[in-house]
């Protein structure tokens, strides 16, 4: 390898042997590519051509009325597949086209990245099997169906939790045996390295399209950012661009699904500890024996029990600052987005907005005051999540109409 | 290169010597639950085991397939913890000379402490440790922690690993040298991946550590091609996996099945008169 993928004392290569010799050629086919201004001219025609950046920046006046900063959308949302999973997909297949590889291989949680992959693959031509829990196939049948339009294969994984972590260690494996021919196209910012790097540098762009929208719309930054994590990759994408400018307040939201003291979560960061999961060493949910616990969240894209490392390493050094919000908060958020935007964002997404809602709204007055511009990074919507949501609404006494 | 003065490397020699390569049964700790388990390791030894991989059950096990995935998750549901597994290498330890390699994830040696992790094995007669997902370049800490408690440190070569990765990670280990027989995951697969005995005279050109072969080997058979590639032994896990999994709720049976495996697998273990036998190897 010719970097050691660190972030402090995080990040890191933690796999077996056999993975070595794909990781040494994904990292300098990495570094090459993204020197490259072949491949990098050819990604951003993709994304500008096929996949519709730069996604818009919304100023939303009902939203900001309501909680009294003003708030922009950064619309992801809107990216062609429906998340910025987009973004980091195209890159990689575009990397696998490259290296000569002939097939694809991805995890998924909520099914955007499983999606984001297939649609790469029917683009380019490169079969693609995508691994997906058990569970996450029962809540997220849409995306199910989707992948399943554009061409891969999807895999049940019904091995532990039946949930993301799962899947991502049946794909780990699926890529050990087919590791001459195959391309991993990991989801997000976690893995071992090269991933959290070269997935950053394919997610950047959200950043830096939010700084310059920012200025152009607003004449000058925001103040603020605020995107949910599970493994973290909209969230990097959305930080990258101001972790050097320190007047820009950065939060990642993470899921506390029952409740950060309910056992039953995914915050990684605010009630893990230090650890190895998925060839990196970062924050993880586990036991006192170091066995890794099931995650839980109302979001099949946050229910994960890591982080990505560049995450545990900015929380850390207190750059990015870490709130969560339950599942209720982001239900809440969901519908709130619904009715007052006409916008229907991810469950996922939700945890953003719902974050920054309950700072806005604590006792102790808001977070951010009347003149503050705060991006909220919409990272995907949320059609996917409808008959999931639906049931959490439904059993939480909600009907049509009202408000919860 | 010094001469290795493992026990394992010497029960290596001492089945070299009979004219056989070595067997290594491999079992997950506490499959499918602490006493069962504790019987399953004598039977292997009864069965003429040369030396036993046993691993520590982790929740999260990429380079395993879903057979020794399936034994993990046993042994986690029957409340089987790291303690306990130490409890049982030590009762193997004080009835037993037979030598025992562990396999673990570095996340359970992390969290107890690599020093700590490595006295433990040391004082529970633990001869040699693997860390299925510690590559060399992350090794560090692990080398030396199993240096200082004079435990050998395993490592994995591939077919895939280049020359000069080869020649760094046969001077790190110690003990033996795992041989990955195929690329993939842990699991059975009916005769061993062609090339083999090219495989291991490449490691030989570098290395006088023994060589014990695992990843794919399902039975006798195999075990045969092995030998007749030239390695001095073969480590069977997924295949004694699967004998448990065959006989859950019937200990005896399941004792009996493990017992009589490692017995076929032993008695084909010879290699044949006119066989290649190996360069460089251990001078114990």
Known sequence: ?????????????????????????????ALEALADPAYRAELADLLTHWAGRPTPLWQARRLSAELGCKVLLKREDLLHGGAHKTNHTLGQALLAKRMGKTRLIAETGAGQHGVATAMAGALFGLPTTVFMGEKDVERQQPNVRRMQLFGAEVVPVRSGSRSLKDAIN?????????????????????????????????????????????????????????????????????????????????????????GLDSGAHGAAIARGRPGVLHGAHSMVLQDPDGQILEAHSISAGLDYPGVGPEHAYLALTGRVQYLSATDDEALAAFTWLCRREGIL???????????????????????????????????????????????????????????? | MLSDPSRIAAAIARAKAQGRGAIVPFVVLGDPDLDTSDGLLRAMVEGGADA??????????????????AAATRALRAGVRVDDAFALLRRHAERSAVPVSLLV????????????????????????????????????AALEAARRHGVAAVLLVTPLTSESRLRAVAAAGSGYLYVAAR??????????????????????????????CGFGIAGPTEVRAVAEAGADGAIVGSAVARRIEAHLGDPAAMINAVRSFVGELRAASGRPAQGTPSRGGPQC
């Open chain 1, 1 to 29: 390898m010719q970097q050691h993928g660190r972030f402090g004392d995080f990040g890191g290569f933690y796999v077996s042997e056999l993975l070595i010799p794909a990781l040494e050629a994904l990292e300098a086919a």
């Open chain 1, 170 to 258: 049946d794909a780990l494996r699926a890529w050990t045996e087919q590791v001459r021919d195959a391309f991993y196209v990991f989801g997000t910012v976690a893995g071992p390295h090269p991933y959290p790097t070269l997935v950053r540098a394919l997610q950047k762009v959200i950043g830096e399209e939010i700084a310059e929208q920012s200025q152009e719309q607003e004449g000058r930054l925001p103040d603020a950012v605020y995107a949910c994590v599970g493994g973290g990759s909209n969230a990097i994408g959305a930080f990258a661009a101001f972790l050097e400018r320190p007047e820009v307040q950065l939060f990642g939201v993470e899921p506390a699904g029952h």
């Open chain 1, 345 to 404: 964002p991810a469950l996922e997404s939700s945890h953003a907005l719902a974050a920054l809602a309950a700072g806005q709204r604590a006792p102790g007055g808001p977070r951010h005051g009347p003149d503050a511009l705060v991006v909220v990074n919409l990272s995907g919507r949320g059609d996917k999540d409808l008959e999931h949501a639906w049931r959490e609404l439904a059993a939480r006494g909600w009907r049509p109409g009202r408000e919860i």
């Open chain 2, 52 to 69: 036993l991989e046993l691993g520590l059950a982790f929740s999260d096990p990429p380079a395993d397939g879903p057979v020794i995935q």
């Open chain 2, 105 to 140: 994830y570095w996340n359970l040696v992390l969290q107890r402490g690599v020093e700590r992790f490595y006295g433990e094995c040391a004082a529970a007669g633990v001869d040699a440790v693997l860390v299925a997902d510690l590559p060399l370049e992350e090794a560090t």
């Open chain 2, 183 to 212: 690329v993939g995951v842990t699991g059975e697969r009916s005769g061993v991946e062609a090339g083999l005995a090219h495989e291991i005279a490449r490691i030989r050109a570098v290395s006088t550590l023994p060589l014990l």
